[in-house]
C-alpha cells in the first residue's frame, strides 16, 4: 500500500487528501454538533474541537426532562417533541411500502422478463416514473387523498411511495433477471414446474440479494423524503423523520441546534448502518439498470 | 427429441400462462395504472380551477387563466432561471470532481466494495440533513468562514448574498452527488483494458494525451449515463434551498420546487402551483425527450 | 442467516403495529403550538395543569411546530376539514388567512356559559394587543396568549462605561444614555450614533466589533424591521395627515384608503425609511443573513453592542452559560413593531367546550404571571408587565407596557403571505444591491398592488 501511494505523485496525493476531507468534513461537524454543548455551537471563534461533550442534546430528543448540561435551572429553549412517534412512523412506512414495492416490481421483473411483455414502451413508461417531481405528485395526492379522507394516515404515505419504489425495483431487478440463464427456467418446466412454481422456487432464491437490497433502498428512499409527506400528513400521528428535522428551522440555535445536529446523526444510521450490503445494487439501481 | 415432454397437457398449460400472466404482470401493472389514472384527473381538474385553501373548501372552474397569469408572474420565471443556473453550475462540478477522484483512486488499494460503500453515504443521506449539516457549515460564524479566516480571508456571507447562497446551495449538492457519478466513472475506468493504456504508451502516449485519446473516448458512454441522469434528477432539487434559505436572500435560491411548493401549501393558491407544476413536469418531459434522443439510450440497454 | 432476516423483519413489523395501535383510554385535545423559546413550554405547563384537573374526562397533547411549517399545517388542517388539532396558536398575521376556519368564541361563550371564568378579566389586556390578536371581521376568535414587540437588546457594560461616555460626549455633543421606564424612546438619530460610536468611534473588543445587529432577511423578519423604520413615519403627525389613520385590519403598510403606503408615488415617507434602515445596516453584520435567530447570534457571543429583536428572546440571550450574561438590557427603539399569538379554536372541532377551557387556563391572569416567572415569554397582560415585583427581578420587563403605546403593525389581510414573500424577494435586493432603493421599493409597491388587486380587494 505504501508503494502505491509512493507512486502517486505528490500534487495527485494532495489533491486526493483534499477531497476526502471535504467529503469527511461534514459528517464530522454534524456528530461534534450534536455533542455540543450550547455555547460551544454557536461560539466565535469556531471550536474546532472540544473535550466537553454531552449526550444530552441525544436525551431531549427523546423527552428528557431533567437538568441540562449541567446547568442547575431552568435554561431558556425550546420545547421540543419527543423523536420517536416519527421514528416510527417512519419505520412503519418504509417497511410497508417497500415491502409491497418488491413484490410487485419482483412480479413484474418476471413477468417481463418471461413471457416477454412490454418492450421500450414499457421501459420508457417507467423511466418516466422515476423523473417525477415530487411536487407535481403531491398536489394531486393531497387532493385524492383529501376526498378519501386519509390525509395525516400513514397508508396514504404507503401508497404514494409506490408510485417511486415500485418502478425502481422492477427497473432493477429486469437488469438482473435478464442474467439468469432461461434454462434454468426451461429445465423447471420440464420437470413440470408451472410459473408460479418457476417464481418462487427457482427465480426468487436467486434474486435474493437483489431483492434484500431493493427492499432497504426503498426503505431509505422513504426514509429520506421530505416534500411528499409535508404535504400529505399534519401531525405526529402520520409524520415522518424529515419533518421532525424541519421543527428546527427557526430556533434559537444555540439550543436546539445541539438537537438538530443529534437528529440528523439519527438520520444518518439506515444508510450508516446498510452501505455495505447494499452498495452493489445502489448504482445500477439508481441509473435504472443500465449501469451493472 | 420428439420435442419437450411436459407433464401437463397443453391445455393446462396455456391456462396457467394465462393466470401466470394476470398475477405476474396485471397486478402490478394495474395497481400502478390505478395509483395514476385518479391523480391525474384531480390533476387535471385542478390545473384548469381556482382553488384557493384560505376561503375555499372546492376549486372553481376558470379554464386557462392561470396559465395567462403565469406568463407574467416574475416569480416564476425567475424560479426557472435560478434552477437552470443551479442545475447547471451544480452538474458540471459534480461531473468535473467526479472524474478527478475516479482517475485519482483508479489504481487504488481500496478494494471497489470499500469504495463504494464510503462514496454511497452522502448519496442516501436524507437531503434534509444534508441542508441542515450546511446550514451549520455556512453559517457566518461557523467552520467553513473559520477556515477562511485560518487563512487571512475575510468571512464569506454564504447564506445572506445571492451568489453566495447559490454557490452555497451548489455545494451541498456537489457534496451529495458528486460520489454518484464518481462511483459510475470509475466502475467505467476500470472497464477499460490495461492492455489499451501500455500499448499508447509504448507508442509514447503520455499524460494528457493519454487521457484525451484512449480514455476519454471510452469513457462517453458511462459519462453521458451518469450526466443524463443527474440532469434530470437535478431539477427537482428541493429539500436542500428549503432548510438552508427558505429561497432567500432575495428569492436568489428559490428553486422551481420550492416556489410551487410555497404557492400551492403556504400561500394556498392550489389552482395556480398545479399548473405551474404541470409546466414543470412539460419541461422536464422535454428535456428528458431531448436527451434520451442525444445519447440513445435504449438501445444501451438492449431491451428490444 | 435468511431465516433470521425474517424474524428481524417480523419483530420490527409486529413492534410497530403494536406501538401504532396503542388505544388511549379518554379523549385527546390536541394543540398545536409554534416551537419557539417559551410558547410550547408554557403550554406544556398549563396541559399538565389542566390533566391534573381533568385528565380523567379529557387529556391535552400538545405538539410544537416549526414557525416556518406551522401555517402550510394550519392550512392543510382547515382546507382538509380533518380536524387535525382543536387549539393552534396563530400569529396575528395570519388570521386573515385562516380567520373563516376559526371557531366564533363568542358562540361558544353562550352555549356553555358555564365555563366562562368571571375573574378573567378582558379589560386586563391591552386594547391593541385585545383588537389585533382575537378580531377578525367582527367574530371573536382568539384569546390573546403571547406578545412580543421589536424591543432593543443592549450590552449595559459598554454604555454604563464612564470612558466610553465621555468619548461618546466628546464626539457627540449629547450623553450616552439608554431611555428607562418613563423616559421618551430613543430618536432614529440616537441610534444612528450610537451604532457608529460602537463600530467605529471606539475600540470595546479584540475582535470584530459591530455597533448593532440588525435583522434584514428576507420574510418575516425583513417585513417586521422594516415596519419599525416605516412606522415611525407612517404614525407621525405628518404621516397621518398625508396617509390617514392606520387600518388596524391593514396595518402601517397600507393607507387609510387601503393603497401601499410605501408608494414613493403616494409619499416620500417610505424610501426615507428604507435608506434610514439601509443606513443603520452599515453597522450591522450582514443584516440580509439575519433572521430573529440570527441576530441574536452576534449580540450573545459579544460582537455587537445593541441588537432589535423580539423580548421573548432574553432569556436565551442571557442565560448563564451566554457569553453576555449580566450585562444586557432593554430599551426602545424609535418605533416598536408588533408582533405576537393567540390562541384559537378550529371551528371543525368537535371539543369547543374543552378548548375554550383549556385556553382560558392558559391565558388567565394567575397563570400569564406563573409562565413569565417561569419561561418569560412575553406576556399580553397588564398585571403581569406592570408588576413591580416581577419588574424588580427581571429587566427585561419595564419595557414590554410602553412599547405597545405607540407600535405598529402588519397586514391582517388574507394575501399577507403573498405579500410577505413579494416584500422578501424584491425588497431585499435593495439590501444586496441587486436594486436601488427607489427602485426595488417602487417595484415592492407594484406588486403588492398587483396582489390585491387579483386577490379582489
Known amino acids: 500500500m505504501l508503494k502505491k501511494i509512493n507512486s502517486m505523485s505528490t500534487l495527485k496525493l494532495i489533491a486526493l487528501l483534499l477531497l476526502l476531507f471535504f467529503f469527511l468534513f461534514p459528517i464530522y461537524w454534524l456528530v461534534l454538533t450534536s455533542l455540543k454543548l450550547p455555547p460551544d455551537v454557536t461560539s466565535s471563534p469556531v471550536v474546532w474541537f472540544t473535550k466537553n461533550l454531552t449526550l444530552d442534546n441525544y436525551k431531549l430528543l427523546f423527552g428528557y426532562t431533567g437538568n441540562l448540561w449541567g446547568a442547575q435551572e431552568y435554561v431558556g429553549r425550546s420545547f421540543l417533541t419527543k423523536i420517536t412517534p416519527y421514528l416510527v412512523n417512519s419505520i412503519f412506512i418504509g417497511v410497508f411500502s417497500s415491502l409491497i414495492a418488491m413484490l410487485l416490481g419482483s412480479f413484474l421483473a418476471f413477468g417481463v422478463n418471461q413471457f416477454n411483455f412490454g418492450g421500450s414502451g414499457l421501459y420508457k413508461w417507467l423511466l418516466s416514473l422515476r423523473m417525477l417531481p415530487p411536487v407535481v405528485v403531491a398536489i394531486p395526492f393531497f387532493l385524492m387523498f383529501r376526498t378519501l379522507g386519509m390525509i395525516n394516515n400513514r397508508w396514504s404515505l404507503i401508497i404514494v411511495y409506490l408510485l417511486i419504489n415500485v418502478p425502481f425495483a422492477t427497473l432493477l431487478l429486469i437488469g438482473f433477471i435478464k442474467d439468469i440463464p432461461k434454462e434454468i427456467s426451461e429445465a423447471a418446466l420440464i420437470d413440470g414446474c408451472n410459473n408460479f412454481g418457476i417464481f418462487f422456487k427457482i427465480i426468487s432464491p436467486l434474486l435474493r440479494p437483489a431483492m434484500v437490497s431493493i427492499f432497504i433502498i426503498s426503505f431509505i428512499m422513504?426514509?429520506?423524503?421530505?416534500?411528499?409527506?409535508?404535504?400529505?400528513?399534519?401531525?405526529?400521528?402520520?409524520?415522518?423523520?424529515?419533518?421532525?428535522?424541519?421543527?428546527?428551522?427557526?430556533?434559537?440555535?444555540?439550543?436546539?441546534?445541539?438537537s438538530a445536529a443529534a437528529g440528523g446523526v439519527i438520520g444518518l444510521l439506515p444508510i450508516l448502518l446498510s452501505t455495505m450490503y447494499i452498495q452493489k445494487y445502489l448504482v445500477s439501481g439508481l441509473t435504472a439498470g443500465t449501469i451493472k | 427429441m420428439l420435442g419437450l415432454k411436459r407433464n401437463y397437457s397443453n391445455n393446462n398449460y396455456s391456462k396457467d400462462i394465462n393466470i401466470a400472466k394476470i398475477v405476474f404482470i396485471g397486478i402490478p401493472l394495474l395497481s400502478m395504472v390505478l395509483l395514476i389514472i385518479y391523480p391525474t384527473y384531480y390533476f387535471i381538474k385542478m390545473v384548469l380551477s381556482r382553488y384557493d385553501l384560505s376561503f375555499m373548501r372546492e376549486p372553481v372552474f376558470i379554464g386557462l387563466t392561470n396559465f395567462i397569469n403565469i406568463f407574467s408572474d416574475g416569480f416564476f420565471w425567475s424560479s426557472v432561471?435560478?434552477?437552470?443556473?443551479?442545475?447547471?453550475?451544480?452538474?458540471?462540478?459534480?461531473?468535473?470532481?467526479?472524474?478527478?477522484?475516479?482517475?485519482l483512486m483508479r489504481k487504488t488499494f481500496f478494494s471497489g466494495q470499500i469504495i463504494r460503500s464510503l462514496f454511497i453515504i452522502p448519496i442516501m443521506i436524507p437531503p434534509i440533513i444534508i441542508g441542515l449539516d450546511f446550514k451549520l457549515l455556512f453559517d457566518t460564524f461557523g467552520p467553513v468562514n473559520g477556515f477562511l479566516q485560518i487563512f487571512g480571508i475575510d468571512p464569506v456571507n454564504w447564506l445572506g448574498t445571492p451568489f453566495w447562497a447559490r454557490t452555497s446551495v451548489i455545494i451541498a449538492d456537489v457534496w451529495q452527488w458528486t460520489p454518484f457519478i464518481f462511483i459510475i466513472l470509475l466502475a467505467g475506468l476500470q472497464s477499460i483494458p490495461e492492455e489499451l493504456n501500455e500499448a499508447a504508451k509504448v507508442d509514447g502516449a503520455t499524460g494528457f494525451n493519454l487521457f484525451r485519446?484512449?480514455?476519454?473516448?471510452?469513457?462517453?458512454?458511462?459519462?453521458?449515463?451518469?450526466?443524463?441522469?443527474?440532469?434530470?434528477?437535478?431539477?427537482?432539487?428541493?429539500?436542500?434551498?428549503?432548510?438552508?434559505?427558505?429561497?432567500?436572500?432575495?428569492?436568489?435560491?428559490?428553486?422551481?420546487?420550492?416556489?410551487?411548493?410555497?404557492?400551492?401549501?403556504?400561500?394556498?393558491?392550489?389552482?395556480?402551483?398545479?399548473?405551474?407544476?404541470?409546466?414543470?413536469?412539460?419541461?422536464?418531459?422535454?428535456?428528458?425527450?431531448?436527451?434520451?434522443?442525444?445519447?440513445?439510450?435504449?438501445?444501451?440497454?438492449?431491451?428490444? | 442467516m435468511k431465516n433470521l432476516f425474517y424474524i428481524v423483519l417480523s419483530l420490527i413489523l409486529i413492534s410497530c403495529l403494536g406501538v401504532s395501535s396503542i388505544v388511549y383510554a379518554n379523549e385527546t385535545l390536541n394543540v398545536a403550538i409554534m416551537s419557539a423559546h417559551g410558547m410550547s413550554d408554557s403550554a406544556q405547563y398549563v396541559a399538565e395543569q389542566f390533566n391534573k384537573k381533568y385528565g380523567d374526562k379529557i387529556e391535552v397533547e400538545v405538539t410544537p411546530i416549526g414557525f416556518d411549517v406551522l401555517l402550510d399545517k394550519m392550512l392543510i388542517d382547515f382546507s382538509t376539514g380533518s380536524n387535525l388539532f382543536d387549539v393552534y396558536s396563530v400569529g396575528y398575521h395570519w388570521i386573515g388567512q385562516v380567520g373563516l376556519y376559526l371557531a366564533d368564541l363568542e358562540k361558544v361563550k353562550s352555549e356553555y356559559p358555564e365555563i366562562v371564568d368571571p375573574n378573567y378579566d378582558e379589560e386586563d389586556f391591552s386594547k391593541i394587543l385585545w383588537d389585533t390578536y382575537t378580531t377578525?371581521?367582527?367574530?371573536?376568535?382568539?384569546?390573546?396568549?403571547?406578545?412580543?414587540?421589536?424591543?432593543?437588546?443592549?450590552?449595559?457594560?459598554?454604555?454604563?462605561?464612564?470612558?466610553?461616555?465621555?468619548?461618546?460626549?466628546?464626539?457627540?455633543?449629547?450623553?450616552?444614555?439608554?431611555?428607562?421606564?418613563?423616559?421618551?424612546?430613543?430618536?432614529?438619530?440616537?441610534?444612528?450614533?450610537?451604532?457608529?460610536?460602537?463600530?467605529?468611534?471606539?475600540?470595546?473588543?479584540?475582535?470584530?466589533?459591530?455597533?448593532?445587529?440588525?435583522?434584514?432577511?428576507?420574510?418575516?423578519?425583513?417585513?417586521?424591521?422594516?415596519?419599525?423604520?416605516?412606522?415611525?413615519?407612517?404614525?407621525?403627525?405628518?404621516g397621518i395627515k398625508e396617509l390617514g389613520k392606520v387600518d388596524p385590519d391593514y396595518g402601517d403598510y397600507f393607507t387609510e384608503d387601503h393603497k401601499v403606503a410605501f408608494d414613493p408615488k403616494i409619499s416620500d415617507f417610505g424610501l426615507k425609511a428604507l435608506k434610514d434602515y439601509l443606513e443603520l445596516g452599515k453597522f450591522s453584520p450582514a443584516p440580509e443573513t439575519l433572521d430573529w435567530i440570527t441576530t441574536s447570534e452576534p449580540f450573545s457571543s459579544g460582537l455587537s453592542a445593541m441588537m432589535i429583536g423580539w423580548g421573548g428572546y432574553w432569556p436565551s440571550i442571557t442565560a448563564p452559560s451566554s457569553k453576555v450574561h449580566g450585562k444586557v438590557g432593554v430599551s426602545l427603539i424609535p418605533m416598536p413593531h408588533l408582533g405576537g399569538w393567540n390562541v384559537a379554536i378550529n371551528n371543525d372541532s368537535d371539543k369547543k367546550k374543552w378548548a375554550y377551557i383549556y385556553m382560558q387556563m392558559l391565558t388567565s391572569k394567575d397563570t400569564t404571571k406563573i409562565l413569565y416567572k417561569k419561561f418569560t415569554e412575553t406576556p399580553t397582560r397588564n398585571s403581569t408587565m406592570m408588576d413591580n415585583e416581577l419588574q424588580k427581578d427581571n429587566p427585561d420587563l419595564w419595557v414590554m407596557a410602553p412599547s405597545l403605546e405607540r407600535v405598529s403593525t402588519r397586514p391582517k389581510i388574507p394575501v399577507l403571505a403573498k405579500l410577505e414573500h413579494s416584500m422578501g424577494t424584491i425588497l431585499s435586493k435593495a439590501w444586496t444591491g441587486e436594486l436601488s432603493p427607489e427602485e426595488a421599493l417602487q417595484r415592492t409597491a407594484d406588486d403588492w398592488n398587483r396582489i390585491v388587486k387579483m386577490a379582489g380587494y
Open chain 3, 136 to 238: 377578525w371581521q367582527g367574530k371573536q376568535i382568539g384569546l390573546p396568549f403571547v406578545g412580543g414587540t421589536l424591543t432593543l437588546f443592549y450590552r449595559t457594560d459598554l454604555f454604563e462605561n464612564p470612558e466610553y461616555k465621555k468619548a461618546f460626549k466628546e464626539e457627540y455633543g449629547y450623553d450616552l444614555k439608554m431611555p428607562q421606564l418613563g423616559d421618551d424612546p430613543l430618536t432614529y438619530q440616537q441610534l444612528y450614533d450610537y451604532a457608529e460610536f460602537f463600530t467605529k468611534g471606539v475600540k470595546w473588543s479584540d475582535a470584530k466589533q459591530y455597533g448593532m445587529a440588525l435583522p434584514a432577511a428576507a420574510g418575516d423578519p425583513l417585513l417586521s424591521t422594516f415596519c419599525c423604520f416605516f412606522g415611525d413615519y407612517r404614525r407621525s403627525p405628518e
Open chain 2, 213 to 304: 485519446f484512449i480514455t476519454w473516448p471510452l469513457l462517453i458512454p458511462s459519462a453521458t449515463v451518469a450526466l443524463a441522469i443527474r440532469a434530470i434528477d437535478a431539477v427537482k432539487i428541493f429539500d436542500v434551498p428549503f432548510l438552508l434559505t427558505q429561497g432567500g436572500p432575495g428569492g436568489a435560491t428559490e428553486v422551481l420546487s420550492l416556489y410551487i411548493y410555497k404557492t400551492t401549501f403556504r400561500m394556498g393558491t392550489m389552482g395556480y402551483g398545479a399548473a405551474m407544476a404541470l409546466i414543470m413536469l412539460i419541461g422536464l418531459s422535454l428535456l428528458a425527450v431531448l436527451i434520451i434522443k442525444i445519447i440513445n439510450l435504449q438501445n444501451r440497454i438492449g431491451w428490444d
Open chain 1, 222 to 258: 422513504c426514509w429520506n423524503e421530505l416534500l411528499i409527506a409535508n404535504a400529505l400528513t399534519a401531525s405526529k400521528a402520520a409524520q415522518t423523520f424529515p419533518i421532525f428535522t424541519t421543527n428546527f428551522m427557526q430556533v434559537e440555535r444555540g439550543t436546539a441546534w445541539g
Open chain 2, 81 to 103: 432561471f435560478n434552477t437552470f443556473i443551479i442545475v447547471v453550475f451544480a452538474v458540471l462540478i459534480e461531473f468535473v470532481l467526479g472524474l478527478c477522484l475516479a482517475l
